[in-house]
């Protein structure tokens, strides 16, 4: 038992790693067994759950929520690396290498996180092969998004950057339409640590591509209206 | 027998994995086992492994030379994401998950690489648990590096970028002295492709760091006079 279950006490959480793809290949009995080695966080909104140097090796399974992984600078200088949402794991780096955390991991809204010590994770590694090879995998795609991250900020401007951040955090709307929607919606400030850039550049942008009628702007979410023509225009910009 | 083995006739090159430390757990006679499921590449300086996109699934181990990683878009854009030297292994990601190549391969120098086929890989993987942890960690550690890449590009201006890229392509000099140096000497416009700038800029900064007697050039190597400032610069520019 931990503290941490009792910051919400009205809530229970059971806890369960087939819900994460990665450990799905784990049966009803393994999945009890390691279970009960591990614990439940609770985490309010803006909460940090791990601190960019902290030298903690836990993996967490996001049970739901959002939590974000950001690197940080100085005063203001943050550059977002990842969202995670439901069921997806995070802090693998750490659990693996032992090494200090890359970057912070920080709750967007209030979250639920299963914490599985690093031996534990270690152990299903080297019993499960499946879960072993889905690890893997887990890590090439990360590195895929990291290449794609230093190809993004190496090669785009700033407008590009943002059409390629509102593509990446949307979502496909479900009315068949081919619309994409960010919802809730983003604000500038937040766009503008995705980017690397400044609040105003992003608001100067936007208004554009709302006058474009590319975005449209609801109090429930940011709406792409026609993805198609901002890959496109990211497209042209990688190629010329 | 590959007809690649026929380029260079005069020279025999005999295959061993335990030369990197990702393998040095194997035992001599699986080595040799293993070996004789792979082949012989020998690349011109130039010349390209793989290409981005391209959809082979083989890993390799480079045995002499240096190649680069390389991001390509359009004419003339290039961002250099790794360089590999002597016993490391490349084309990771592709064989881990068999989506098409995330960067190009090209050997620097006159290089020799082990072709090593994705399913004597996975073989490997599932039976030898200590490869398996060591190529967790090397992913972990290519991660970090990403990370540390995309810091780089988000927070840095050029300037500090090329500190950075600097410190990050020499090796301390064996005298005891505290400098290090780029032997070969890597020439401007590549240093640029380091960066994400241009050439010209490259040029302005580097007569700048001779003039600050930070760096000396002679036809041999690029020499770092002061590493410590480089990096304190760095940290400064960082937390600003």
Not at 30 to 50: F, K, M
Request: aromatic residues 4%; charged residues 25%; contains cysteine.
């Amino acid at each position: 038992m931990t503290n941490d279950i009792l910051l919400f006490p009205s809530r229970k959480h059971s806890i369960s790693f087939r819900v994460s793809s990665i450990f799905s290949s784990l049966s009803e009995e393994e999945d009890r067994a390691w279970s009960q080695r591990c614990h439940v966080r609770c985490l309010r909104a803006g909460e940090t759950l791990v601190d960019h140097a902290d030298e903690s090796t836990d993996l967490f399974l996001l049970q739901s929520g959002e939590v974000r992984a950001v690197l940080r600078f100085g005063v203001g200088k943050e550059a977002i690396v990842g969202v995670f949402r439901r069921h997806e794991v995070m802090g693998e780096l750490s659990a693996i290498d032992e090494m200090p955390r890359a970057a912070s991991l920080t709750a967007v809204n209030d979250s639920v996180v299963t914490v599985i010590p690093s031996a534990v994770f270690h152990e299903i590694i080297a019993l499960k092969p499946q879960v072993n090879k889905a690890v893997l995998q887990l890590l090439s795609l990360r590195m895929r998004q990291l290449n794609d991250r230093v190809s993004e900020l190496s090669f785009l401007d700033t407008k590009h950057r943002l059409y390629n951040t509102l593509l990446r955090l949307s979502r496909i709307r479900m009315d068949g339409g081919g619309e994409r929607v960010i919802s809730p919606p983003i604000v500038h400030s937040e766009l503008a640590e995705h980017i690397g850039s400044s609040r105003e550049t992003v608001s100067r942008e936007m208004a554009r591509l709302m006058r474009e009628a590319l975005v449209e702007r609801t109090s429930r979410a940011i709406i792409l209206k026609d993805p198609g023509e901002l890959s496109s225009r990211i497209s042209r910009a990688l190629q010329n």
